[in-house]
């Protein structure tokens, strides 16, 4: 069965802490997203990368940044955590081919900033 | 730029009545259509696609919906719901071509089913 998985799915961390979000996948999939959920605003798009080292801003960038080393793996990266990036965070990804294609998403991280 | 409206935050129905979902998009150019499917505690999973063709779309537990170009509408409807269908509900648009796909998603509909 194919796998999208993030790596924490309950953290808590400190106003000012880096914090470091982990999704690998085992599709070979090229394309890999990260999306914050927040009641009543849905899903965000806040990166999403195609290829390896490659990375294009979402909607909402802003006080995030992301890696991807390796294929199968897509990371984002809180430099200096914030109350208001307290959020559920899904990890997607998808192949790059022509037409449309599933996302496929991970079980997601909440993450709390106290 | 694409975007998805689903006006109803929730919805409550009582198990076994039919219920549709709302969704209306726009967009300036031809589009996919998703409808995904939150469980507590999990992630989104797919219920159906409309990518071209028929413009009724069956998918997965009995969920259904119809495409509507000159109602830039994509409904989902299904027509006995269970108290397994608890769950939320978001509507999803994607436009591009080939490898570079943006996917714009909804803000979300609870289905709350009521024994």
């Known amino acids: 069965d194919v796998k999208v998985t993030q790596s924490s799915r309950y953290l808590v961390k400190r106003t000012g802490e880096k914090v470091f979000l982990e999704c690998v996948q085992d599709?070979?999939?090229?394309?890999m997203f990260w999306y914050r959920q927040d009641p009543g605003l849905g899903l965000r798009l806040i990166y999403f990368?195609?290829?390896?080292?490659?990375?294009e801003k979402g909607d909402i960038p802003e006080g995030y940044s992301v890696s991807r080393e390796k294929k199968e793996r897509f990371s984002l990266i809180l430099e200096s955590a914030s109350t208001n990036q307290t959020s559920m965070y899904l990890c997607?990804?998808?192949?790059?081919?022509?037409?449309?294609?599933?996302?496929?998403f991970g079980a997601g991280s909440r993450l709390t900033v106290l | 730029a694409q975007s998805v409206t689903q006006l109803d935050s929730q919805v409550p129905v009582f198990e076994e009545a039919p219920v549709e979902l709302r969704c209306n998009y726009s967009?300036?150019?031809?589009?996919?259509l998703f409808w995904y499917v939150q469980y507590p505690n999990q992630g989104l999973q797919l219920l159906l696609k409309?990518?071209?063709?028929?413009?009724l779309v069956k998918g997965i537990n009995g969920f259904e919906a119809e495409f509507n170009k000159s109602q830039t509408s994509f409904h989902l409807r299904k027509p006995s719901v269970h108290i397994s269908d608890t769950a939320e509900y978001f509507c999803?648009?994607?436009?591009?071509?080939?490898?570079?796909?943006?996917?714009?998603f909804g803000t979300g509909t609870k289905l709350q089913v009521i024994p």
């Open positions: 997607a990804s998808t192949l790059r081919a022509s037409g449309a294609n599933v996302l496929t």
């Open positions: 599709m070979d999939h090229e394309n």
């Open positions: 990368s195609y290829d390896v080292k490659m990375k």
């Open positions: 967009s300036s150019v031809s589009v996919y």
């Open positions: 409309y990518l071209s063709g028929s413009t």
């Open positions: 999803a648009v994607s436009e591009g071509a080939g490898g570079y796909q943006k996917v714009t």
